[in-house]
């Protein structure tokens, strides 16, 4: 594969439409058109609506894209797919796209498993060239503790394209948590952002439970901890019958429950699930005997979060990698590009355009 191969790649995987450029594993653009604001109303992801949004918003991302990264059609080599995990309406819309393009221009195509390109995040440089393994490079076996909105991981990089998945939920991922929690209190949407800034002035004086801790395995599973928060608030007397906050700040509340209630009760949930991840990351490290540990997924922006895994790391002797960038935890096309770049060394193209086809179950 030639030097400076650049990739055009689309991630519309839930309701983030974003398109990407990159040259090998550096980013030259990374446009994200968000749709949180439409689907605040429904308290999450309303699938049929995210597709349209996704449908209007990806011809001007894709032209941005171009755009940004100062690249024209003519110097694209091959283009780069989401194909799953994710919701169907949605991987629908880019899966088409990529088809229409692929068509219209004649380039080759890589399908991308979006926990894939969440685990190769941290290998992303940015157009300097940049990034978290520039002065250190990967060293095998890798540990990935993958944390988002549906999904929760760990997964074993024996090298790139050679995955073993260690543990995954059995029942709602961390970020979904995050946000049925949010609304218990009626915090609104979404919820994880909400809850750990109201954490940030609150403490964990609430006892709730570290879920799973002693399963001996490395599953993960939250929805006994949201019944729990459930039965907690309902003892206390607290109904989210309207939301509690103006802003997700503790400066006002409800009279009934207390300014400082709502701080206290998000740093307390905040804790045990941040517990719950670090017990099994222990225990996969003692299991497995990583040489490094990348972690990936929109929940890592929570910093308490990235400070007890790189607490953890440290009594194993091991570093810790995080993207250059936050935007390259959320849901994005830069990452989808840079696992497309190493599926690409390995000659993985798409054979069949006509049997590309969403995958909403992918996992690698």
């Known amino acids: 594969m030639k030097k ?3 990739i055009l790649a689309i991630d519309t995987s839930c309701d983030e439409t974003s398109v990407a450029v990159t040259r090998d594993d550096r980013v030259l653009s990374n446009v994200i058109a968000s749709q949180v604001e439409f689907h605040k109303e429904y308290g999450g992801v309303y699938p049929m609506l995210a597709k349209r949004k996704h449908q209007e918003f990806i011809d001007p991302a894709i032209r941005e894209a171009l755009r940004r990264g100062r690249v024209a059609w003519k110097d694209v080599d091959a283009m780069a797919v989401t194909v799953g995990a994710g919701l169907a309406p949605a991987l629908e819309v880019g899966v088409a796209k990529i088809k229409e393009l ?6 080759p195509v890589i399908s991308v498993s979006h926990m894939e390109a969440h685990l190769l995040s941290s290998f992303a440089k940015n157009s300097k060239g940049n990034g978290p393994f520039l002065k250190i490079k990967p060293q ?3 540990l990935g503790l993958l944390v988002s909105g549906g999904h929760t991981q760990l997964v074993l990089m024996k090298d790139f394209g050679e995955y073993q998945l260690l543990g995954e939920t059995l029942d709602d991922a961390a970020g979904e948590a995050f946000d ?3 609304k218990m209190l009626g915090l609104g949407y979404p919820g994880g952002p909400i ?3 109201l954490a940030k002035t609150g403490e964990p004086k609430y006892e709730l439970p570290v879920a799973m801790v002693n399963s001996g395995d490395l599953n993960f599973s939250f929805s006994g901890l949201k019944t729990a928060c459930l039965y907690k608030l309902q003892k206390l007397g607290i109904v989210a019958d309207k939301p509690a906050f103006a802003k997700p700040a503790c400066r006002s509340g409800r009279a009934s429950a207390g300014k400082q209630f709502y701080c206290d009760f998000a740093a307390s949930f905040e804790k045990v699930l941040i517990e719950s991840l670090m017990v099994k990351l222990k225990k996969a490290i003692e299991s497995y005997r990583p040489r490094q540990i990348v972690l ?28 250059h960038n936050n935007k390259l935890l959320t849901d994005n096309a830069a990452m989808v590009g840079v696992c497309a770049y190493y ?4 000659n993985d193209f798409v054979k069949d355009i006509e049997k590309l086809d969403r995958q909403p179950n992918l996992n690698f």
Request: hydrophobic share 40%.
């Open 343 to 346: 599926q690409a060394k390995r």
């Open 195 to 197: 809850i750990s800034e």
């Open 296 to 323: 990936g997924g929109g929940v890592i922006n929570n910093l308490p979060l990235r400070q007890a895994s790189r607490k953890v790391a440290r009594k194993y002797d091991l570093r810790v990698f995080i993207p």
């Open 4 to 6: 400076n191969f650049i």
């Open 102 to 107: 692929a068509k219209k221009y004649q380039k």
């Open 180 to 182: 049925k929690v949010a």
């Open 140 to 142: 095998f076996p890798i």
